[in-house]
């Protein structure tokens, strides 16, 4: 039997009026190392299977700052009716308000197939770090199939719009050199700070795998891929300390 659940966090500067999970997706609030909130993602169950339909959304109110992770990472797995799982992300952040959002890796189990969507709107003053992994396939395993899009937009106008399939179900070429060329973890890291439109960055490479690329707007996207989760995320760490300079 397939699920249906929606997880809600509302943070304001007084705190989290709204911390509602749902179904597999438990909130908890933990401790900030930093300043603002921080709201804890925990599985309760194995989610998401072939045929669920979770969501998470949460809005940072306006001078708020929250910071989202999970406990552990999440793994797509085959349902027993043969259709996709979908995950919706939405995120809001408003006026002087800041959100990190950081959860663990994702990963495609063989003969999964999972549809993920984030969607985030931001204020002209918002500030964002968002942080995606996705790992095909666990240790010694063929991959599912994963699709991804992200959409981001700014003050109404968009900033960002990608979308990337790979595993079995994805076009031809899509672990080819031109794509992934045979690495088996693929990341990035979306940094939207208004400071950019005054002090852009320059596009580079970081590495051999990865590369910074500033956006038409007042953000930095950092797009990896490696040959695992741990290689992956210590790009994508060193890049974003490099950002926070």
Known sequence: MSVRATARIVATPAGLPVLAGEGPIALRRTRSTGAGLRVTVVGAMSAPLGGDRLAIQA???????????????????????????????????????????MPEQLIAARGSELRMRTRVELASTARLVLREEQILGRHGEE???????????????????????????????????????????????????????????????????????PLAGPG??????????????????????????
Do not use: F, M
């Open 143 to 213: 991959p599912g199939t994963l699709a991804t899009r992200l959409s981001v937009r700014r003050a109404g106008r968009l900033l960002l719009d990608s979308e990337q399939v790979c595993g079995p179900g994805a076009p031809a070429g899509w672990d080819g050199p031109a794509v992934l060329a045979g690495h088996r973890a693929v990341g990035q890291l979306l940094v939207v700070d208004p400071q950019y439109a005054q002090k852009p960055v320059p596009a580079r490479l970081l590495g051999t795998s990865a590369v910074l690329t």
């Open 59 to 101: 809005a940072v109110t306006e001078g708020a700052r929250l910071t989202v992770d999970s406990a552990a990472a999440t793994i797509a797995l085959p349902g027993r009716t043969g259709e996709p799982a979908h995950y919706d992300v939405t995120l809001t952040v408003g006026e002087g308000a800041a959100l990190q959002w």
């Open 220 to 245: 930095v996207l950092v797009t990896a891929v490696a040959a695992d989760a741990r290689a992956l995320r210590a790009l994508l760490d060193e890049a974003l300390g490099e950002l926070h300079r």
